[in-house]
């Protein structure tokens, strides 16, 4: 066999081999190769505390964010804390301001408010990403989305409740006891020294004056000004309009719709589905947010329940402890 030959043969196995190779290539690329890609991109997303809710278009994804229980930034509280975190919350927002993948987000609450500073947090960072990003935030109303939980919902480009949401409770709130009268009685004094005369305001061993009233009414009256300029702005109504029902009042799903404040009925899954509808991003990736449920904090929580103490308990605890230092609220009830 001439050498031409021999390189003639060689060159057709080659091609052979190479078309072979390329088929087999090609046939684990389009099946097991990008099923693989898909959960290593959910483990990816797991690592860094996100989760896939529905599959779909990495590039185009929607972020469901939950505000779930009191809006307080707590700080570390230790292993037997639970519920709300502000700072991972507001890292989750952070987040969102900065991934250019993010196309939607859904705000789902269920809260009945909490800190009047913790609530601006969280409206001024919506807001901004609204103003950089330009991306669509549905809101979907829980059980209770009252007071500070309608305060982050104002800016949504849509509100959905349920029937039975509790909402509204719009208003600004400071409470503080005073236990003089009970002091008096088990013959317990207080010696206050102080270096100007509204340094013990709202202090819980004697009562308020007059002056200290006026005093504190007007730091709220601006608190309850902003918070109806913000629904003002954020509803599209007007401040008259908004007044009628920013007395405190709260409502269900029903009225907050036909006071303007809410706009259709929805649970969290048909809101995610509006979002998809009507922007374009029906093959859309949804996920979410969660924190690390490690053991120390699974024990925790446990523990929380078990030693959870009765309700005398409870309020003698409230009466030492809870109210040393008042401050301004958009807060529903008691939590």
Same mark, same amino acid.
């Given at each position: 066999?001439?050498?031409?030959?021999?390189?003639?043969?060689?060159?057709?196995?080659?091609?052979?081999?190479?078309?072979?190779?390329?088929?087999?290539?090609?046939?684990?690329?389009?099946?097991?190769?990008?099923?693989?890609?898909?959960?290593?991109?959910?483990?990816?997303?797991?690592?860094?505390?996100?989760?896939?809710?529905?599959?779909?278009?990495?590039?185009?994804?929607?972020?469901?964010?939950?505000?779930?229980?009191?809006?307080?930034?707590?700080?570390?509280?230790?292993? *037997?804390?639970?519920?709300?975190?502000?700072?991972?919350?507001?890292?989750?927002?952070?987040?969102?301001?900065?991934?250019?993948?993010? %196309?939607?987000?859904?705000?789902?609450? $269920?809260?009945?408010?909490?800190?009047?500073?913790?609530?601006?947090?969280?409206?001024?960072?919506?807001?901004?990403? #609204?103003?950089?990003?330009?991306?669509?935030?549905?809101?979907?109303?829980?059980?209770?989305?009252?007071?500070?939980?309608?305060?982050?919902?104002?800016?949504?480009?849509?509100?959905?409740?349920?029937?039975?949401?509790?909402?509204?409770?719009?208003?600004?709130?400071?409470?503080?006891?005073?236990?003089?009268?009970?002091?008096?009685?088990?013959?317990?004094?207080?010696?206050?020294?102080?270096?100007?005369?509204? %340094?013990?305001?709202?202090?819980?061993?004697?009562?308020?004056?007059?002056?200290?009233? $006026?005093?504190?009414?007007?730091?709220? $009256?601006?608190?309850?000004?902003?918070?109806?300029?913000?629904?003002?702005?954020?509803?599209?109504?007007?401040?008259? =309009?908004?007044?009628?029902?920013?007395?405190?009042?709260?409502?269900?799903?029903?009225?907050?719709?036909?006071?303007?404040?809410?706009?259709?009925?929805?649970?969290?899954?048909?809101?995610?589905?509006?979002?998809?509808?009507? *922007?374009?991003?029906?093959?859309?990736?949804? *996920?979410?947010?969660? #924190?690390? #449920?490690?053991?120390?904090?699974?024990?925790?929580? %446990?523990?929380?329940?078990?030693?959870?103490?009765?309700?005398?308990?409870?309020?003698?605890? %409230?009466?030492?402890? =809870?109210?040393?230092?008042?401050?301004?609220?958009?807060?529903?009830?008691?939590?």
């Amino acid at each position: 066999m001439k050498l031409k030959q021999i390189i003639a043969l060689i060159t057709v196995v080659a091609l052979i081999f190479i078309s072979v190779a390329v088929n087999v290539v090609w046939s684990f690329v389009t099946t097991d190769f990008s099923t693989a890609m898909e959960e290593m991109q959910e483990e990816a997303l797991a690592s860094t505390g996100m989760k896939v809710i529905e599959k779909g278009d990495a590039m185009n994804r929607i972020a469901v964010l939950e505000v779930d229980g009191a809006i307080q930034d707590l700080g570390a509280t230790g292993m *037997f804390s639970s519920g709300y975190d502000h700072t991972f919350f507001m890292k989750q927002l952070q987040d969102i301001r900065e991934d250019e993948s993010v %196309k939607g987000i859904v705000l789902a609450v $269920n809260s009945p408010g909490g800190g009047v500073l913790e609530s601006a947090d969280i409206y001024d960072a919506l807001i901004a990403i #609204q103003e950089e990003r330009e991306i669509p935030i549905y809101v979907s109303m829980g059980g209770m989305a009252a007071s500070g939980g309608y305060y982050i919902s104002a800016p949504a480009d849509k509100i959905f409740v349920n029937r039975e949401t509790i909402t509204g409770s719009i208003g600004v709130i400071m409470q503080a006891m005073n236990y003089s009268e009970l002091a008096e009685k088990v013959g317990i004094s207080f010696n206050t020294i102080k270096s100007g005369e509204f %340094k013990d305001m709202m202090s819980p061993n004697r009562a308020m004056t007059d002056r200290e009233r $006026n005093l504190l009414q007007e730091m709220l $009256n601006d608190s309850y000004e902003r918070f109806v300029e913000i629904i003002a702005e954020g509803r599209e109504m007007s401040v008259a =309009d908004v007044k009628k029902v920013a007395d405190g009042r709260i409502m269900n799903g029903r009225q907050a719709i036909e006071a303007g404040l809410a706009d259709d009925f929805g649970k969290r899954e048909e809101v995610i589905e509006a979002l998809k509808a009507d *922007f374009g991003l029906e093959n859309a990736q949804v *996920f979410s947010y969660s #924190q690390n #449920q490690g053991f120390a904090s699974l024990f925790g929580l %446990k523990m929380q329940q078990m030693l959870r103490p009765d309700f005398e308990s409870q309020m003698v605890a %409230k009466l030492l402890s =809870d109210n040393g230092a008042p401050r301004m609220m958009y807060l529903y009830g008691e939590y």
